[in-house]
């Protein structure tokens, strides 16, 4: 069983079901999860900004950074793995914020309200979410089965 | 307290700070240093040699030519780089067997306090236009403080996380009421065992609630507090401490930030941190 590694700003997509595909320790980033369950194929986004018109340039080099950039880079990758929109299950965590958000430390709130707009406007389903709250959060894809797992920090693992 | 003295006993049997920075840092302050007598104070200490020299090809530090001597780097480097390099070898050192309590990773702490410091110096850079090579220094110092609080938060760490989740506290509270003493004010005791400037000390002490401090003057706690902070949104070493962090909310008006340009200095940190793994792999 090999874990492949989703960093920050990354996407990792997968059709064995030998692996399975994680993230660390998610903080104001969100990690995206997609799983299409008749093709067997699954990805991971963890994207950390909400919108690539802070700078295109790196959006271009690396669209896995923002959220509008990297949504759309994830599907895109799995229908090359042969995954179909309409199967696809959607699953989120993430977007975490330190103690009595100010505006400066808002990015986790900005960054849940971009994902679901983007959902919204493509008529694509979350079909499970854990956001928001102050701690980490582990996000795991097992391929052979499909389900997603979050363990917050000091926290148990639990299926998302 | 009795946690509170032991822990404060624990500072003495720390090893001295290498003082190959501080010498490095007084030579180069001087006009006319030559290579050869900063080379001769860094030679004199092996394994901060072997560290600068690995560091001194990263990427970050963006030298033209290939660095294969001390000599080399002295000269190639630069003033402040070679000082940023020769700080980041010293420190590295303590931070080799990582904080059991915070971290399961030994390497997580070193790797946020890497993180950290380079943030500050983009931060630093952004807000005065200068770069601050003690800044740097008090940025990689400013969780110094957890390498001896980890024991003792692992044994208090069921009525520490009680205070947090029941009680609403943020981490740094919650472990001066159980332990008296918080992982900040300690590392500033660390800093004045070896003998650091008070500038670097009240960094250290203050890096979560640069308000307390009663100079409103000294901007180094605030842009050591936010680039901490931006490390810990970014998830990188947060360990048991999570984001149980205290929002400063004066901190925007002060500097006369926009959300925008922090959203700017994280795209500018995660190239930083792809540049720099030989800085985060010395340990």
């Not at chain 2, 520490?160 to 740094?172: A, G, K, N």
């Amino acid at each position: 069983m090999g874990d492949l590694i989703v960093g920050i700003s990354d996407i990792k997509i997968s059709n064995n079901p030998n692996e399975t595909i994680v993230t660390y320790a998610l903080g104001s980033c969100i990690g995206i999860v997609v799983y299409d369950p008749v093709a067997k194929v699954g990805g991971m986004l963890h994207y950390m900004l909400p919108d690539s018109t802070l700078d295109a340039k790196k959006a271009r080099d690396n669209p896995a950074m923002f959220a509008d950039t990297g949504i759309p880079s994830l599907f895109k990758a799995c229908y090359s793995l042969g995954a179909e929109k309409k199967r696809m299950i959607v699953k989120v965590a993430g977007g975490a914020s330190i103690l009595d958000d100010t505006n400066f430390f808002r990015i986790g709130q900005k960054n849940i309200m971009a994902m679901r707009k983007i959902f919204w406007k493509n008529n694509v389903m979350i079909n499970a979410e854990d956001t928001g709250a102050n701690h980490n959060r582990t996000v795991r894809l097992e391929m052979t089965s499909g389900k997603t797992y979050v363990k917050t920090s000091g926290g148990e693992m639990k299926e998302l | 307290m009795k946690a509170l003295n032991k822990i404060l006993k624990s500072i003495e049997s720390l090893p001295a700070f290498p003082a190959t920075g501080n010498k490095v840092a007084q030579l180069l302050s001087k006009p006319d240093y030559s290579v050869l007598q900063v080379a001769n104070v860094i030679k004199y200490d092996p394994s901060i040699t072997a560290n600068i020299l690995k560091m001194a090809n990263s990427a970050y530090f963006k030298s033209l030519h290939k660095i294969s001597s001390i000599n080399d780097a002295v000269m190639y480097l630069g003033q402040k780089n070679l000082l940023r390099a020769i700080q980041t070898a010293g420190i590295s050192k303590y931070y080799k067997k990582g904080a059991v309590g915070y971290f399961d990773n030994a390497g997580d702490l070193w790797e946020h306090s890497v993180s950290v410091a380079l943030m500050s110096h983009i931060l630093s850079k952004k807000i005065t236009g200068e770069e601050d090579t003690t800044m740097y220094t008090a940025a990689l110092l400013h969780d110094v403080g957890k390498i001896i609080m980890g024991e003792f938060i692992r044994e208090e760490m069921k009525k520490i996380s009680m205070l947090v989740t029941y009680q609403h506290m943020s981490f740094l509270e919650a472990e001066e009421t159980v332990l008296g003493i918080n992982h900040a004010d300690l590392g500033g005791k660390i800093a004045e065992h070896w003998n650091f400037p008070v500038e670097i000390r009240d960094a250290i002490a203050f890096h979560h609630r640069p308000d307390l401090l009663q100079k409103s003057d000294k901007i180094m706690p605030w842009i050591v507090y936010m680039a901490d902070e931006a490390c810990l949104m970014m998830g990188i070493g947060n360990g048991v401490e999570g984001l149980a962090q205290r929002a400063v909310s004066e901190l925007l008006q002060k500097f006369n930030l926009r959300m925008r340009d922090l959203e700017l200095s994280l795209v500018m940190l995660s190239e930083d941190l792809n540049n720099a793994r030989e800085l985060i792999n010395v340990i």
